[in-house]
């Protein structure tokens, strides 16, 4: 029976409403959200949900705010990981996250309480905001030696994640970040900006680990209850801690390492809980074409989160993947 593996991404992947048609008709889902909505306001007085689904916002407003997003991006991955649990009882063999993605699959393994995460999260973005300078994110379509051979990406840039051979993610500063584009303009390369406003991922965030590990010292950490792949390390972990939830926004992104370890082991069936569908669209790159795995997202820009249910339980019925 295949290895039933929750996916989860990180910054880049928010945006306004997403997961909106699931949070107005399923009462799980919503319920989940709420409830540590209700926890937010406790600790930044200011909801989080109202922010994601606020009539106000435009269709082009960008969701680059940390002290929003870091909690957002957690929120709604942790709601629809516990709903394929409780209500679709389809329940992960693993779990596997990407970048601040780590945080949600370290809750949903029970390595550590869903509402210290986010304390953590909102502390780290308040923290960030404070001691580091603002910059961003960039993925580039093309060879990802272009990086090494490239003085003006290698001298201003960190290589953040290898997302698969045709495909990188760069990590720098604002200025250095406006001198990348005018040169990839110039070669014609194509580019996407993700919403992000600071460097994760890059020796510029150091500046912010000591407050950030500090706002962990009185966080229990347990042994993960269900299988924890560490999207940094590409392995298996036994044990999480508050250094480790520093690395994973730290340290470079090794997501395609970690699917291959998987891999194998393996076929394994992976539902992807990002609200982007980002992990999906990596799969379909990082997974050979000989892999016996299936693999399925739900929410995307473009809504439909009840027809890829539908799908879902279509794909798991063919499966036999009853819990």
């Avoid at 309480?113 to 973005?125: F, G, K, N, S, T």
């Avoid at 991922?201 to 009185?218: E, I, M, P, V």
Wanted: aromatic letters at 10%; a neutral charge.
């Amino acid at each position: 029976m295949p290895t039933i593996v929750f996916l989860f991404a990180g910054q880049g992947c928010q945006y306004y409403n997403m997961g909106a048609e699931l949070f107005n008709t399923n009462v799980y889902f919503r319920h989940t959200l709420l409830t540590l909505d209700k926890e937010v306001r406790k600790m930044m007085g200011a909801s989080v949900v109202e922010y994601i689904y606020d009539r106000y916002h435009g269709r082009d407003d960008v969701f680059d705010d940390i002290r929003f997003s870091n909690p957002a991006v957690f929120m709604i991955q942790y709601a629809m990981a516990r709903y394929l649990q409780e209500e679709m009882h389809i329940r992960p063999d693993c779990v596997l996250g990407s970048n601040l993605g780590e945080t949600v699959a370290a809750a949903v393994s029970g390595a550590v309480r869903p509402v210290d995460m986010l304390y953590a999260l909102i502390e780290q973005a308040r923290i960030i905001e404070q001691q580091c300078c603002k910059g961003g994110m960039i993925s580039i379509l093309g060879n990802p030696a272009l990086y090494d051979a490239t003085p003006l990406l290698r001298d201003n840039a960190a290589l953040m994640s290898v997302n698969y051979e045709g495909h990188f993610t760069l990590s720098a500063s604002q200025g250095a970040l406006i001198a990348i584009q005018a040169y990839l303009d110039g070669k014609g390369l194509p580019y996407s900006i993700l919403p992000v406003k600071y460097p994760f991922h890059n020796l510029l965030l150091d500046s912010a680990r000591d407050q950030f590990l500090n706002t962990l010292r009185n966080v229990s950490f347990s042994q993960p209850a269900i299988s924890f792949f560490s999207g940094v390390q590409a392995r298996q972990l036994f044990s999480v801690d508050a250094a480790y939830c520093w690395d994973a926004v730290r340290e470079p992104i090794r997501f395609t390492a970690a699917v291959n370890q998987l891999e194998a082991g393996g076929p394994c069936f992976y539902v992807d809980c990002s609200p982007s569908g980002n992990c999906n669209q990596l799969l379909t790159k990082i997974l050979s074409p000989s892999s016996a795995s299936t693999r399925h997202m739900i929410m995307n820009p473009f809504g439909q989160e009840l027809k890829n249910l539908r799908l879902l339980v279509q794909q798991r019925q063919a499966l036999s993947l009853y819990s």
